[in-house]
């Protein structure tokens, strides 16, 4: 006692190992990892900053890193990926931690691992490639030749916004023993099979390319390479301490207890102190008492009762282990809950969160989706306790997991182990989930369910079945079960069960996460599978049976409810133009170059904004946002915060010395707030964890307003719209819609929130002469950073320089947004004199940021039953949310390009963006574009469907068909619209597919499949000329190498390696002799926004001009000396006085229109083909709702629009009040 912290011995696997002295109770390993600190044996200062923050919530992987730890059981070391977001610092003690850092350098040595995944072009923006690193480097540590499967589960939860994971996993795939060659066209044989000469679906092999990179090449993996377990830490694990350890922080103690007998007498003396095991389920909530972990119990124990005993410490993947091992040794009839268990275990969480979470801490939680209290809960499991007293068992039952004081834990006790009896003959155990995707994702609903027959019969002897996210908890169907004792197995007993099932899980419209009657209808969809399973089961016992008794018989037909989707890795081949043979080898033009960042993204070495190293002084800022949707502020009173320690000083509209944004675009609230999450004030503090703790001290008194207006149809009842209509049209709708068949029907498209890994974030460095600023900002447009930070502070544009070396991905969310925070910080900066930090943490992020803009279409389509279109009448409303921001635009946009890749003669758009009070929406991939042509494509289904032909013929008979004016009056050339459009047809073996799927569709009830291809005409390029314009500067140094800078941002695109091949080609030098340092305001300015998918086509050609008029310059030079080298060349032109920097400049871009382009605005809507692939399969089915109406299409719309005898099982006077309370996924979802 006495010291504030204690020290952690925590062994960093790094060239030099690390030991950490003073630790604070509260961090996580993340927190202790990015901040800076001491090396043990010299006074390195060190940060590092691999591991990136994305989520804070272990749910993103980006944050993942390797613990390596002795087992005393094994007694071997034990390697496995953990989310240092989530990992308390304190539970490290005697652990070995490998960052991404640890694994290799660029400066040192480059393991397989990193080089693969960078030279397999699986790095964009590169914020998530360490934690993908990390994760397959642990998956090689453990299986140096991994199979596809447990690559899968490696990367299972580490998310990538921007390289698609096709790429990464083609990285891992590379160290598989066995590798799937490409289906091309179905035929069975790899794209890379076909001869020479042979005309493959991809085009002549001599013209195409598929390798991306050569595997050959790459270095092979040697496990005696790696780092070694610290012997230090393995002599302390084979000697533990039996001390109790405690670190003291500022508001909580951790203790370590050295044996249970210590925990037990802790938990006496600090009943309410929770036992951290994993802390997935704690996350913070730990910090505010006093803490303890639990000395490891050990994972298996041995009982007097048949079954398993795991220990309560054991993780969720050593059960995974330890299930297996069981179920390979016992007869299968022993091990049907152990079988149920270890499904759910593959589905649960990622890798990372198993390896972390624990039994106990799992069943302890009683969380209403645990999937393993369920299945334990049917199957009798019993949980021993143990406390200073002495130990005793409970049952785990709906009362336990109820949290009903009588049947729960003793605030002493403490939960030692599981014990899970055997199952027996006639006894069968499965269990269900549905969630929103197959890993990584919460249960929607999940189910236990257990049978026991009669010997030889097929009559109920017992029945369990228990539900996880139908309420506040696990609910057991106790009173059904017993009312179906005794029953037949047979299509009776289900129809009995499914009703008294809905009677007895009845759920409340307060169900957790709303979905009632898709939660209603997987209750009775589960017990049905359930019911299949017990048939098919009992056909293996027939002969069992007395020749008196059948049992019923599963329909051969339905059998495809009982097979599972399995997660496969991705198969796909990359196709490319090979280039010209004649093309010079060191013109890197049209050839596949791998990212230039891309081992520094591999090695954690690649800087964001938020890994530059503290500078002297720094203060930290957290934002204090709008708790209200519509409202007065009355005071806002920061008091309090400011009595905090460490807090410097909280800045409000009245700090900022310019213009505080636009009218009714605040950037500070000052009367009134329009949104949750509108920002008010913000707090600077000396840390970043008391500038955000300091925010929740300021009190802010509101005045509800109304109206208060969420959805696009309240904003039209009230007139509430943010500009004027956008309106289009051509020919005469009215008359032509006189003479023909007619379609009115209206589309909901859903929103989709930002999500890049990086959250916003900028760093303001203010200096001490002439009110300059230098701003490190992640953003798309530096310059609009500039300009506002200019008008904020009411100082000249001059003054403030913006710096932007990479962007963690942007999509569009950090266009306008990152100006925000910029001026806000800098108004910061500028009252305290320090620099400031702004990092938004993601729940921030989200609430702040806005997103893609919802939309509303009502459309009015007139057709010939031949599928001629001939009139076409669509009325859009965006939700805008509160302010303009680029509403506007985005309703321009959308209604420029309603008319896709359709000539259709008489066409009137019109689109409104409506204002409501949510955050404002903003640009985001594709900038209205997908949500308009969604609505298009709908109705073009839609025609289909009245036609009775297939949706693709009545796409080709209205597309463009011979060079014809757009409805803004471009002149369109449709030929490569036309040979894309065939060309798809072909090469993915449109046709036969189709048959295939049909033929499928016939012989299967429960599965469906659909397809779906969509043209695309997209133009690319702003509405204003004005932003058709880039420039770019070039140095020649005089030893030859080259910097390049240009006005486009490095967002993952890879822009700065295509500026770099231009200049390449131009120079006629290797990319090796060049340099991109970052994208600055002080030396490209006024620049436009990296966005509309036109960066690279500007910028491009003004690095080509500037390295043209540096030729140019040489040219007398080197035509005197043809023979000398471009160093000679350099050297001559300087002793000559010849300028060696150049300005390039570009305008005048032409909008061109392109059919498919992979990247960019465009690709987005590539992603449709998937929403009518899916429409087309429910197509085949008996609609019980409009699939076409709504999107995106969820696994919930999905199965509530396919009518079936479980769909009609619920009660449809319920939908009325069900849906009143709910919050629409997408807009108007209130049927
Ligand atoms: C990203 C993510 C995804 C997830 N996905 C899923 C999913 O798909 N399905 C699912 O079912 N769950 C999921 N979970 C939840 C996860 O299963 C639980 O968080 C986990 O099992 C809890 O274990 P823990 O060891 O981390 O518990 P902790 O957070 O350490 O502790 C939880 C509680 O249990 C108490 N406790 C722990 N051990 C004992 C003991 N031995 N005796 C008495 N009390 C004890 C603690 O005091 C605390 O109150 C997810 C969690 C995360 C973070
Ligand atoms: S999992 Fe840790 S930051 Fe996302
Ligand atoms: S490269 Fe994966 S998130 Fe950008």
Redesign the pocket.
Known sequence: RGHRYKTIIISLLFPTQVMERNVDPEGTLLTFLRKNWTLLSKSWLLRLTGTKYACG???CGACTVMVSKHDPVSRKIRHFSVTAC?MPICSLHGAAVTTVEGVGSIKTRLPPVQERIAKSHGTQCGFCTPGMVMSMYTLLRNHPQPSEEQLMEALGSNLCRCTGYRPILESGRTFCMESNSCQQKGTGKCCLDWGENDSSPLGKKSEICTKLFAKEEFQSLDPTQELIFPPELLRMAENPEKRTLTFYGERGTWISPGTLKDLLELKVKHPKA?????????GKSWCHDYNSV?PLMSPVKTSCFPGLTIG??CS?AQMQDILAERIAELPEEKTQTYRALLKHLRS??GQQ?RN???L???V??Q?C????NPVLAVSNATLNLISAEGTRQIPLNEHFLAGLASAD?KPEE??ESVHIPHSQKWEFVSAFRQAQCQQN???HVNAGMRVLLKEGTDSIEDLSIAYGGVGAATISAHRSCQLLLGRRWNELMLDEACRLLLDEVSLPGSAPGGRVEFKRTLVVSFLFKFYLEVLQELKKLVKLFSDSRHHSEVSDQFLSALEDFLVTIPQGVQTYQNVDPHQPLQDPVGRPIMHLSALKHATGEAMFCDDIPMVDKELFMALVTSSRAHAKIISIDVSKALELPEVVDVITAEDIPGTNGAEGDKLLAIDEVNCVGQIICAVVAETDVQAKRATEKIEITYEDLEPVIFTIKDAIKHNSFLCPEKKLEQGNVEEAFEKVDQILEEVHVGGQKHFYMETQRVLVIPKTEDKELDIYVSTQDPAHVQKTVSSTLNIPINRITCHVKRVGGGFGGKVGKPAVFGAIAAVGAIKTGHPIRLVLDREDDMLITGGRHPVFGKYKVGFMNNGRIKALDIECYINGGCTLDDSELVTEFLILKLENAYKIRNLRFQGRACMTNLPSNTAFRGFGFPQGALVTESCITAVAAKCGLPPEKIREKNMYKTVDKTIYKQAFNPETLIRCWNECLDKSSFYSRRMHVEEFNKKNYWKKKGIAIIPMKFSVGFAATSYHQAAALVHIYTDGSVLVTHGGNELGQGIHTKMLQVASRELKIPMSCMHISETSTATVPNTIATAASISADVNGRAVQNACQILLKRLEPIIKKHPEGTWEDWIEAAFEQRISLSATGYFRNFLNQCAFLQGLGESGMFLGSSVFFAIADAVATVDIAEDFMVQSPATPERVRMACADRFTEMRPRELSMWIHTWQIPPAEGYSR
Do not use: Q, W, Y
């Open positions: 919530r272990g749910g989530l929770p036992l951290v095991l994993g802390n997935t389920s704690l639990a309560a410490g969720l649960l969480a969160i972390m979470a624990s106990g801490g799992h302890i939680s969380h989706c645990s999937d393993l834990l403490i939960l994702a919460l249960p």
